[in-house]
């Protein structure tokens, strides 16, 4: 499975403390590891600060958006 992020939110990803930097690539690496959920559309991830936004295409997961409450 490959990731991709778009420009927004890889800005994001490196704008956010380190705490929470970490959260958001747990959050990644916990939707490549998903074998069974394909979101045809647009599909979330959460963890207990941080979310991301994110598609699959075929074996691509785009990463949307990435936020974080902090």
Same mark, same amino acid.
């Given at each position: 499975?490959?990731?991709?992020?778009?420009?927004r939110?890889?800005?994001?990803?490196?704008?956010?403390?380190?705490?929470?930097?970490?959260?958001?690539?747990?959050?990644?690496? #916990?939707?490549?590891?998903?074998?069974?959920?394909?979101?045809?559309?647009?599909? #979330? #991830?959460?963890?207990?600060w941080?979310?991301?936004?994110?598609?699959?295409?075929?074996?691509?997961?785009?990463?949307?958006?990435?936020?974080?409450?902090?």
């Amino acid at each position: 499975m490959r990731v991709e992020l778009i420009q927004r939110a890889a800005d994001v990803l490196f704008d956010v403390p380190e705490e929470t930097h970490g959260e958001i690539i747990t959050l990644i690496d #916990a939707i490549t590891e998903d074998t069974v959920t394909r979101a045809p559309d647009l599909a #979330a #991830a959460f963890g207990a600060w941080c979310w991301l936004v994110y598609t699959v295409h075929g074996d691509v997961i785009e990463v949307l958006d990435v936020g974080c409450a902090r």
